[in-house]
């Protein structure tokens, strides 16, 4: 940054065009030192009923070609909540955009689905990208541009550039749209980003039910950008939101730091924040962590759109129920209305949850994640020094007798400091031949998914260096039902091969959902006079969920020690199972493969929930007429094959 009353020199990273329309959009990008090189390709918003205008894109386009980009075209794709409206091609999205393949200036460009040529995605081993497709029209082009709108979103407050930019690559099944995001920037960053917010599409929900926006400070601006965090932060402005309400724009900030660049010109705020208020927002996101009813809450508002299939009976009867509600939305009567029903499906999804966790552990869905944490971060000194580190830990347990279980632990400094172990009847040989002790922590209870990569430079042949991300049900189990959060660590490790001897040994160096404040440890296989001994050292600090916040176990040890032997003695019990079946070769792993996106929308498991959403209703309104679609009209069967009858009142 610039001292005061000295100018920079630097050109902005991000420059607010303000009452020029789309006239002003070329000197903006002057200012920004933008220097295009074909191909471009120009990745745009035609999800109805607000995409972005067609007049800025042609725009862009007549731009790019008079600097010199004589192949440009323009991408769309067909997002999963556009197909959930019933739309089924991105090119008639398109044209029903205005995006015609001519501009108004009479130059031609293409209109590519993006969706049609994929290409592996450039990325490293760390990426939740790695091994998944990109677009090969977005990763070959030398000049990538993003139009976005802004819109406000009844789950993440707002959206502009980041949005549009996930357009670039298909959804990942069971990874978090925000992890996709920050390696699009990261990887295969656009060079211009443009958010329309000419007319700002306000409201509750305004991406699916636009409202009109308040007039004149909060509308009438292009934001033209280098970089898309910082044009985002500028739509947060405009629609008066806060940036971290975001999913997309929080993660990336998270990942990749605040945007160093600067700033130039006013950012106009609305005379009110338009958008959902924030309670409102935070009771639609916890229903949104369920991937399935996040799509079905989305698919619920507006609609039917123009051009789309017709809606199935039960998505029609919940657009019914939850549209109006969203409409009305924007005083505190509506407000509390909108958020007593998102509570209400959070509270029965929340249920299911927790049952599945400690009954049900097949209807988990499994997760895919970033590594979250650059290895290098760590030294060599590091990543070999693993065994000294746990070295102390171990000792503690010197002269601690086992329990009736053969689990020797004791608590120390909070923590639980343990060791467990298992004769398997197997030849070393053979054990270690077919379970790689570097996957050991991937084979244990529980596991719902992670990433784990290699890490160079070790100067031991027998030894090899990584570095993992891992996540489990939450633990206990039990703990599920307060709303315990999933255990999600970082670690650095150590491999050691021995001709009588693998062992891994690892230490947390993050938990980025605060779930855990250690979970070190060690996995051992080891040769043995019956065959391989198998043990597993740690010490472990798991955070209870905030129900339990104001509770001190500590202080109840005639509770607490029982509830901690059997959960340990449940987890390993079930890890070292898990081990022999892997020797076997039989399936252990929990869960389910991730919900993929291509799946229909989940709608015959929301009945029972339109049942409660219409009952409640009815309680405030007297009526209790069926429709098409509501379950009372008879039982219900859920996705798991539950039959649910509803009973006399």
Known sequence: MAPDGVVSREPPACTVVSGGGVAGLAAACDRLGVEPAGPAVVLTRVSPPTPASAAVVHTVVDLLHQRGCDDVSVGVRLTVGDHDRGHRSATLLAVDAGLTGRTDEGRSYAVVDLADDLVTAPVPDTAVLSGQLCSAVWAAARTRVVVGRAVTDLVDGFAGSLETLLGAAPEVAGAEPADVAVDLLARLPPTLVVVDALAPAGGVDGARLPAPADSGAAGGVLVVATDAVLADTCVAALLGQDRGASRLVGRAVERLGASPGRLEGRVPAPSRPLGPHPRLRAAAAALAAEPRLERVLRAAVGGHDEGGEPADPVLSALRSLVTPLVEAADDPAGQLALESLLTLAHGVAGSARAWAVSADKEAVDRREVPLGFDPADWPGEAYDGLPAFLAPFEALLDGTGPNADGMRWRLVDGATVFEVSREVPADFDAWVARVDVAAGISLMADYLGGRRVAVPGSPDPGATRQAERNLYLPQPNWVAAWGGRAIDVGKIELVERRADEH????????????????????????RSGRGTRVTVRGRQLF???????GVDLDLWPEVRTPLLEEAYRRFFTTTFDNLEACFEGREFRIGRPPPDPGEPLLTRSVELLLSAAREWVADRTGSREPTAGDPAQGPVVDDHGFTHVRGPR
Not at 503 to 526: I, K, Q
Not at 543 to 549: E, G, V
Request: hydrophobic residues 40%.
């Open 543 to 549: 955070s209870l969920p905030p129900a339990w916040a």
């Open 503 to 526: 062992r891994l040994t690892w230490r947390t160096v993050l938990s980025p959902n605060g779930s855990a404040t250690y979970d070190d440890g060690l996995l051992s296989f080891r």
